[in-house]
């Protein structure tokens, strides 16, 4: 594991929220969906939207985890992995009369103020870490199979906040993230039922990293998880 991927991650973590807003506020943000996008860092985001969160999530996939043998579905364990104190969560807020230049840009937590109308819409949660991965540039499967990733860890929206180019916007702000911190690549996981989601990360340029079960082991065995390990080079 090279030290120097690991001061990348420690780095990119100790910097200021502030410093991330900028990265994120590119030409992706302009394709909000005329919606109030925040920053929050996991230790200052408020409980009721870690409670909608964490309620996208079960609404949304908790049939995809009932289903899947090889996970399941806890609340606890979801909860504690939706709570990484390096974490952070972008959420999509409809508002009422809201500017086209308060939404054309992301704010930090710092800089939100609620108003009674906000209403959350969507959210990406991602972490900054070193991760199982492998790659070319560090010999394959030879490698010493650690990288410093920007890795998704949810991307969840209302129904009536799909189809609206918000998903991929929030993708791309993340990805430029990862690139203003020069981390190697974007990672995520991603249940093979979900077929939907499995196109819209593919179209983005994601595919099957090294260590997915369906990379590293035979067809039966590979069958047996519910799941795949994606990727993107940054």
Not at 34 to 44: D, E, I, R, S
Not at 71 to 86: F, I, L, P, V, Y
Not at 144 to 156: H, R, S, T
Request: some cysteine; hydrophobic content about 35%.
């Amino acid at each position: 594991m090279s030290t120097i991927d690991v001061e990348l991650v420690r780095s990119a973590n100790a910097t200021p929220i502030e410093v991330t807003v900028a990265l994120m506020n590119t030409s992706a943000a302009k394709k909000s969906a005329g919606l109030l996008l925040v920053l929050f860092p996991f230790t200052h985001l408020p409980g009721p939207l870690l409670q909608f969160a964490f309620g996208l999530v079960k609404s949304n996939l908790m049939h995809l985890y009932l289903d899947a043998q090889d996970t399941g579905w806890s609340a606890r364990s979801k909860m504690e992995e939706m709570s990484d104190k390096d974490g952070r969560y972008l959420i999509a807020f409809k508002r009422e009369g809201l500017s086209e230049e308060q939404a054309s840009k992301v704010i930090s937590h710092t800089d939100y103020t609620p108003l009674d109308s906000d209403t959350p819409v969507g959210y990406l949660y991602y972490i900054i870490c070193m991760q199982d991965s492998y790659d070319d540039c560090d010999g394959g499967m030879g490698g010493d199979g650690k990288a410093p990733v920007i890795y998704c860890m949810e991307l969840q929206m209302t129904p009536d906040a799909r189809n609206l180019g918000l998903g991929t916007a929030m993708m791309q702000m993340m990805e430029d993230v990862g690139r203003g911190f020069k981390l190697r690549r974007g990672m995520l996981t991603a249940f093979k039922k979900n077929e939907g989601a499995l196109r819209f990360y593919k179209r983005l340029g994601y595919h099957p990293d090294l260590t997915s079960p369906s990379q590293c082991m035979s067809e039966r065995r590979a069958g047996r998880y519910s799941y795949e390990i994606m990727r993107k080079g940054l």
